[in-house]
């Protein structure tokens, strides 16, 4: 506009840019030059300052219009620029924005559909894992089955001390007054007392009256145990010792003792520096009557617990039994089945036998024994 403003200060026709002063009605201009000779009259003579201030009020008009007609028209469209920037840009955010929230829902969509059967899905992947697991342990022991055996007692030699606290040693004496020792192991137990279960030849002799007394130890700890139930046929017999808290160990179901031919048997005695040791062998004949085994066995391993290799108890380790009348050997033993000690010596779901606690008492002129209700079995049949 600056431009535009000094042009107009030069425009032709200022009396102060340069242009003539004379003008057709200036007072030297004669009456005669009007059109057709005609002349103008005094009046209409216009004085030369007159003139000029008209000239200036005229070319003030013109230059303030001159203004107007660009100033408006460049404000107008710089106005009408910025909002066209601003409304492309808010076109073009909001193309981008909806394009992305486009982009945001198809992927959540996708995610909604990868992921609506995801638990089946994770259920299908662990039947399939424990399938390839089963398979795989399968397999495993079809290759190391010929050597199971020698594993499981390497296995369970080393682990012979997780059965020491079950285990004690019984001393007593035999019918000669000579001292003599055997294994017991816990099948009932209550915060003060327990009943535990050893070999009838190792207690023999406290079935007399009068009898040596009869205890059982472990380390430097010695507990006096009471007779309370025997059942020679079977070589078997139960003891009472005040000495609560002994674990019980787990007996073997029958589906066990059906399978159990064949198998590796292993023998503990409390005899041994952990507080226990094993003697390993082979189930040879298994009956009703008992098992035949050819574990090796000593004098402190009758009474202790004949376990399988998976650690249930499977019958009671014998020097004496012998329900076939043929001598075996050395090396062959027989050992009655863990469950027939609930026949005689225990009655499993209530305790010890009633009738022979009662029987044995009235023998040795001592008073009746405690009530059955005082004890159950911890052991599984």
Request: proline share 7%; charged share 25%; net charge negative.
């Amino acid at each position: 506009m600056s431009q535009v403003s000094d042009d107009l200060t030069d425009l032709p026709g200022d009396p102060g840019a340069g242009e003539p002063t004379d003008h057709p009605l200036d007072d030297a201009t004669p009456a005669s030059n009007g059109p057709a000779g005609e002349t103008f009259p005094p009046a209409l003579r216009k004085s030369r300052s007159q003139r000029r201030a008209e000239w200036r009020q005229v070319e003030r008009a013109r230059r303030y219009a001159a203004r107007r007609s660009v100033r408006f028209p460049i404000f107008t469209r710089s106005i009408l620029l910025w909002m066209l920037i601003f409304a492309l840009c808010g076109v073009a955010f909001g193309a981008s924005g909806a394009f992305w929230w486009a982009h945001f829902n198809t992927e959540v969509n996708q995610l909604r559909d990868d992921t609506r059967d995801f638990e089946q899905r994770a259920q299908g992947a662990l039947s399939a894992i424990d399938a390839q697991r089963n398979e795989a342990l399968r397999q495993i022991r079809e290759v190391i089955k010929p050597v199971e055996g020698e594993l499981a007692k390497i296995n369970l030699i080393k682990l012979a001390e997780r059965f020491a606290p079950s285990v004690w040693q019984v001393t007593t004496r035999d019918e000669e007054g000579k001292p003599t020792t055997g294994t017991a192991f816990s099948v009932a137990t209550l915060p003060d007392e327990s009943l535990m279960v050893t070999s009838y030849s190792v207690v023999r002799a406290a079935t007399l009256t009068p009898g040596p007394g009869v205890s059982i130890r472990k380390g430097s700890e010695e507990v006096t145990a009471e007779l309370w139930a025997v059942d020679p046929d079977r070589d078997l017999a139960l003891l009472r010792v005040e000495r609560g808290e002994i674990p019980v160990l787990e007996w073997a179901d029958d589906d066990q003792q059906a399978r159990a031919l064949g198998t590796s048997v292993f023998a503990i005695t409390a005899v041994g520096g952990n507080g226990a040791s094993m003697s390993t062998g082979t189930v040879l004949d298994l009956s009703s009557a008992g098992i035949q085994h050819d574990a090796a066995l000593a004098t402190w391993h009758r009474g202790g617990p004949m376990i399988t290799p998976d650690g249930k108890v499977l019958a009671v380790a014998s020097m004496a039994y012998n329900p076939i009348g043929i001598d075996g050997g050395v090396q062959i033993h027989f050992a009655p089945p863990v469950t027939s000690l609930c026949i005689r010596v225990l009655i499993c779901g209530g305790g010890v036998n009633k009738h022979q606690r009662e029987k044995k008492a009235k023998e040795a002129g001592l008073p009746p024994p405690k009530s059955d209700s005082q004890f159950t079995t911890e052991a599984k049949n």
